[in-house]
């Protein structure tokens, strides 16, 4: 099992760039989402997914979108980025309501 | 939305002492989890509290929820090095799914 896989680890964007983060899991796991973390703010939600086909928005969703088309991968993309969201960028995933979410290694993205 | 504060937001020990870090909702848990983050890293599932007065324990570690499900604390015994890191609790609430955190405990474990 590689549990939660985020791709790439690092990336630099230039303000109005759009790029994808990638995650994957291979627990079969329903449940997905999306946080940002960033210095004196905490992890806060960015867009969840209760399974495949069905999105939902978070607590900042503003800039992002995702999909859900199989259970297993979950991508966020940045449609024009802004150096607002330069941030570190976690995607978990968990199995029901019951479980804990398991977390991927993070994405550290630069906006310049 | 769920709010959750956690205190103290920073600690400092010595090897060998025990701590609390404590976590309050401004309202109803139905789900509450401890996290641990070590800098730059992910986070690590901990534990997941559902009941009021459930208490659970790993390690060196022990969670409890209260009865009135609002509030949980996070006790570390004899504390190590290796228990540094940022704690984090978060929660769910009602019949959504949408987990949210705390703003985290940095603790810091003087050898």
């Known amino acids: 099992n590689a549990g939660v896989t985020q791709t790439p680890k690092f990336q630099v964007l230039k303000t109005g760039q759009s790029m994808t983060l990638q995650c994957a899991q291979d627990?079969?796991?329903?449940?997905m989402s999306w946080y940002r973390q960033d210095p004196g703010m905490g992890l806060r939600l960015i867009h969840y997914?209760?399974?495949?086909?069905?999105?939902d928005q978070g607590e900042v969703p503003n800039g992002y979108n995702v999909s859900r088309s199989t259970t297993e991968d979950f991508p966020l993309r940045l449609l024009s980025a802004a150096p607002s969201q330069t941030s570190v960028y976690f995607c978990?995933?968990?199995?029901?309501?019951?479980?804990?979410?398991?977390f991927g290694s993070g994405t550290r993205l630069t906006v310049v | 939305s769920q709010e959750l504060e956690q205190s103290p937001q920073s600690l400092i020990v010595q090897e060998g002492k025990n701590l609390t870090i404590n976590c309050t909702s401004s309202k109803t848990l139905y789900g509450l989890y401890w996290y641990k983050q070590k800098y730059g890293e992910g986070l690590i599932f901990l534990m997941m509290?559902?009941?009021?007065?459930e208490e659970k324990s790993h390690e060196k570690i022990t969670a409890k929820l209260d009865e009135k499900k609002q509030q949980s604390s996070l006790h570390i015994t004899a504390s190590q090095p290796s228990h540094a890191g940022i704690y984090l609790c978060?929660?769910?609430?009602?019949?959504?799914?949408?987990?949210?955190f705390g703003k985290g405990t940095l603790l810091t474990v003087n050898p």
């Open positions: 997914s209760v399974g495949a086909g069905i999105t």
């Open positions: 627990m079969n796991h329903e449940y």
């Open positions: 978990a995933s968990r199995e029901g309501r019951n479980y804990g979410y398991t």
């Open positions: 978060g929660a769910v609430g009602g019949s959504n799914y949408k987990l949210t």
């Open positions: 509290l559902q009941k009021g007065g």
